[in-house]
């Protein structure tokens, strides 16, 4: 089987896998994808190896999992291999457009192997959103207010509504739900990706996109919501569904009265998505490149819609609904297929170096199971998944340094190890496919047993393996920033 001349990865933010058409998902959020997927490798059971972004891209892009080098630190070592600096050195162009998500940036080391690197993070080719109203004396009024009313009994929940609609009234009525996108939709991520293909269609080259379209805030294209048959709100009504949904004062069951309309929202930006990698694939057949290409597609990570009372990704559970996602790889040589085995994203850059015949580094702690696939062998490795529990912004370096959530699954059972409760717990997925039932603690004793050897055994490793000179340069970075920035405040 002769290797594809080129690579394309391309990774979508809080893609679920149960929100995908060819992995059963009955709204058309992905008939391109659908389409592709009927001659491609697709991944059943695809697991992240972390969550969120900067727990999971590592492993995606060095084969490395988040918290080798300590919990203190995220993102890619100065000198650390990557799928792009291995294609780089093989003779590849690289280019890598990522739609302003500030946790895969330049700022976190993820440039490195890319001739071109675009983090839009400083762009003005999208606006910014609008806030709500704050600042001086007016938000230390409200403050002070706010703490008054939460002393009352019966008038803190009150205060909280007032506020919530006095904020939807106060800023101007924006014009259009681009004006409130936060990120780059998935047609400027594209439009730059076929201006550089054409730049260097004359070399092999590796191609990374990752797109943001179904990250919240839930602001669609209104075309993706017309292609999608769904109501389409005002700008207005769309960004007060937002804020609703944003809410951390409501309960479960009142916020559950908006989960429809915004799972709409977020099932547009899917369409979006899927609509611009048919646009860049219908590019490179006029380019007459598609015949040499292998294309992988897959998420950083799921969305949670309060199917354990929880919203959005944030690292305080290790659930399906946030691990699970899609993966379709196409070799323009190779057969469709289905991997029913778990298969774990730690493995998806040796397994793309191994299609493309070139051997992956002696760093990489993932192996290539691309050999396994092709010849219909089941996947037996058990698949890891971690992060630091509540580090919901690694900005702040205290947050990086909560204790672990570890996760480990093996055929139908996943066990679910949390460090802060100092619990675990067995999952049958097969019979529990949605995590509400743990089995007993008496139930299933060796495979328990199995899998909390196996999380020993990773946690042992990952502190034995440790590269300490990695280590230093990822802390030296983050100094250097560090002092940049305090540097910039002090001259302001």
């Known amino acids: 089987m002769p290797a594809p001349r080129s690579l394309i990865l391309i990774t979508v933010d809080c893609l679920r896998a149960d929100h995908v058409g060819f992995m059963g998902y009955g709204r058309p ?157 998935a047609n400027v991520i594209v ?79 899917i369409r979006w998505a899927d609509q611009q990698i048919r646009r860049l694939t219908e590019a490179l057949v006029e380019m007459n490149l598609w015949s040499r290409c292998a294309l992988a597609v897959t998420a950083d990570h799921g969305e949670g819609f309060l199917e354990h009372d929880g919203r959005f990704h944030a690292p305080i559970k290790l659930t399906e609904e946030l691990l699970h996602v899609p993966l379709l790889i196409r070799h323009p040589e190779q057969t469709s297929r289905s991997v029913s085995s778990p298969f774990g994203l730690i493995d998806l850059a040796p397994t793309l170096l191994d299609m493309l015949d070139l051997p992956a580094p002696a760093d990489f702690r993932g192996r290539s199971c691309w050999s396994a696939v092709r010849k219909n062998q089941p996947l037996a490795r058990p698949v890891i998944t971690e992060c630091v529990y509540g580090c919901s912004n690694p900005f702040h370096r205290d947050k990086r340094l909560g204790p672990r959530i570890l996760a480990v699954r093996k055929g139908n059972y996943k066990l679910v190890v949390d460090f802060s409760s100092r619990n675990d717990q067995l999952f049958d997925l097969e019979s529990d496919p949605i995590e509400k039932a743990p089995l007993p603690p008496a139930a299933c004793n060796q495979i328990r047993r199995q899998l909390l050897d196996c999380a020993r055994k990773h946690v042992a490793e990952s502190h034995k393996a440790r590269d300490f000179d990695r280590r230093q340069a990822m802390q030296l970075h983050d100094l250097r920033l560090e002092w940049a920035h305090s540097a910039a405040n002090i001259a302001n």
């Open 191 to 269: 439009d730059h990706a076929m201006t550089w293909v054409k730049e260097n269609s004359g070399s092999p080259f590796f191609l990374w996109l990752h797109l943001m379209d179904p990250h919240a805030p839930y602001f669609p294209k209104r075309e993706a919501l017309e292609l999608m048959g769904s109501a389409t709100p005002s700008p207005s009504e769309a960004r007060y569904l937002n804020a609703y949904w944003n809410r951390n004062d409501l309960s479960a069951a009142r916020l559950a009265k908006k989960r429809a309309q915004i799972i709409e929202l977020y099932d547009a930006g």
């Open 29 to 185: 959020t992905t008939p391109f994808l659908d389409c592709l997927a009927a001659e491609s490798v697709v991944f059943r059971n695809a697991i992240v190896a972390g969550a969120p972004t900067y727990y999971s891209v590592p492993a995606i892009l060095a084969s490395r999992y988040a918290l080798a080098f300590g919990r203190d630190l995220i993102g890619i070592a100065p000198d650390e291999n990557t799928i792009a600096s291995v294609l780089q050195e093989s003779g590849f162009a690289t280019a890598g457009f990522s739609a302003g998500n500030p946790y895969i940036s330049g700022r976190f080391g993820f440039e490195r192997g890319f001739d071109t690197f675009c983090d839009f993070l400083n762009s003005t080719e999208f606006p910014a959103g609008a806030t709500p109203p704050g600042g001086g004396l007016r938000n230390r009024a409200n403050q002070v207010l706010s703490r008054a009313c939460h002393a009352m009994p019966g008038f803190g929940a009150a205060y909280d509504e007032l506020y919530f609609q006095y904020c939807q009234n106060a800023v101007d009525r924006p014009i259009s739900l681009d004006v409130l996108r936060r990120f780059p939709a």
